[in-house]
């Protein structure tokens, strides 16, 4: 009988990427269909634009400035909106009026790692949610603070803790790490810290990136046992 493997999954992403949360839903679709492989996720700040004001900034003047066109916007939306909607997510862009700076949210993500079993998770989708198909603000600390709550954290310490500067230096490093490893785009799916899947593939392709990584871990770790 084969050992059972485990394999890593460090998703590099930000949450004001819709591609990352198609990214997620398929990497979880994907995970779902590998019963005989436990698979670990671990989620790792990128920013798209780090020089979004704290506050956040208008939306649709933001989107305007970078795209040129209420006309390039649609066909951006219109491209991944039906994307979205075979994965579950049912996109609403006309509802996000704030272009958050989405520092602190990578700050909650990474303190949700060291929480319960799967908070990590549940928090990623949660705010991938309430941005992409409720049009909350992530960048606001009380919806930050809510969306930990319903993820299962202490959402008094959450407050408090958004409130100081606690770990932004941790995740600005992490960023400038993955930007020096040559990611320039997200979402970036890094397996066991060797092999790299690039951009929101689809399920499939995700599942055998991870059959093929834990089938390696596995030969080697048979040869290692059949070593004298």
């Known amino acids: 009988m084969s050992e059972r493997q485990s394999v890593t999954v ?3 992403s930000d949450v004001v990427c819709p591609w990352c949360y198609v990214g997620q839903k398929r990497l979880e679709s994907a995970i779902a269909g590998l019963a005989d492989i436990d698979v670990t996720v671990n989620w790792r700040p990128f920013q798209l634009d780090p020089t979004v004001p704290p506050e956040g900034t208008d939306r649709r003047q933001y989107m305007l400035a970078k795209f040129g066109s209420e006309e390039r916007i649609r066909q951006i939306h219109q491209r991944i909106e039906p994307l979205g909607e075979a994965e579950g997510i049912s996109f609403a862009f006309d509802a996000i009026k704030v272009a958050p700076n989405t520092l602190d949210a990578h700050r909650l993500i990474r303190w949700a790692a060291s929480g319960a079993p799967d908070a990590q998770n549940r928090l990623v989708k ?10 909350g603000n992530i960048g606001d600390h009380a919806v ?6 319903e993820a299962g954290m202490d959402a008094a310490v959450v407050e408090a803790m958004l409130a100081t500067d606690a770990d932004r230096e941790a995740v600005e490093t992490e960023v400038a790490t993955a930007s020096s490893m040559g990611i320039t785009g997200v979402p970036c799916f890094l397996l066991d810290s060797r092999y790299a899947v690039m951009g929101a593939q689809e399920t499939e ?5 991870i059959r093929q990584v834990a089938a390696e871990k596995g030969k080697a770790s048979l040869g290692q046992s059949s070593t004298p």
């Open 205 to 209: 392709t995700l599942a055998d990136a």
């Open 126 to 135: 949660r705010v991938f949610a309430l941005y992409f198909e409720e049009g």
């Open 10 to 12: 460090d998703v590099v």
């Open 144 to 149: 930050l603070v809510q969306a930990a709550r």
